[in-house]
Nanobody
Framework: QVQLEESGGGLVQPGGSLRLSCAAS????????IGWFRQAPGKEREGVLC????????YIADSVKGRFTISRDNAKNTVYLQMNSLKPEDTAVYYC????????????????WGQGTQVTVSS
């Protein structure tokens, strides 16, 4: 059974950092493009950072450039989203998703989704 599970969300002050994890089971993440998306209340789900299976192609939303990075631990079949210099506008539910082929952060291309983890940036 294919599953993705996010963790690591929480409440953080502006300027702080969080690292989100996306653990996969039932398949090997190595062969898939990975995307991190987020959805704030009342807004559409948007792509934040998406990367091809090889890591050679990456899309990063302008709003998080220079602050968010993605990494993989193939041995753990896990992908991470490191978020630094967090801002209140980063508050959202964050989702990881996978696609067989890299298509930037086009949401419809991503077939498997986790349940999401809440990130709240507030003082």
């Amino acid at each position: 059974q294919v599953q993705l599970e996010e963790s690591g969300g929480g409440l953080v002050q502006p300027g702080g950092s969080l690292r989100l994890s996306c653990a996969a089971s039932g398949f090997t993440l190595d062969y898939y493009a990975i995307g991190w998306f987020r959805q704030a209340p009342g807004k559409e789900r948007e792509g934040v950072l998406c990367i091809s299976s090889s890591g050679g192609s990456t899309y990063i939303a302008d709003s998080v450039k220079g602050r968010f990075t993605i990494s993989r631990d193939n041995a753990k079949n896990t992908v991470y989203l490191q978020m630094n210099s967090l801002k209140p506008e980063d508050t959202a539910v964050y989702y990881c998703a996978t696609a067989r082929a890299y298509r930037y952060c086009l949401r419809n291309e991503y077939a498997y989704w986790g349940q999401g983890t809440q990130v709240t940036v507030s003082s």
